[in-house]
């Protein structure tokens, strides 16, 4: 679960998903909670909106949880 690559802007994280490993599991920038595309129950985050191009997923911007900083998921269009 390790970010290579991690930028902030305007007080929301940027994660690119080409640079999480594993599952596409990955911790929050901000307090450390694990943030997993397999937690169904959206228990430790909220998707707060999506952006499709081209009828593919572009980007996706959710909320942690636990602190609520919203972390913006990019990196679909070339998974």
Not at 24 to 48: A, H, L, R, W
């Amino acid at each position: 679960m390790m970010i290579n690559k991690l930028e902030c802007k305007d007080h929301e994280y940027i994660v690119d998903l080409l640079t999480v490993e594993d599952n596409g599991s990955f911790c929050c920038p901000k307090c450390g909670m694990t943030i997993s595309p397999e937690d169904e129950t959206q228990e430790n985050y909220t998707i707060v909106n999506t952006k499709v191009v081209n009828d593919e997923l572009g980007e996706l911007v959710v909320a942690c949880g636990k602190c609520g900083i919203t972390i913006i998921l990019t990196g679909f269009q070339q998974i």
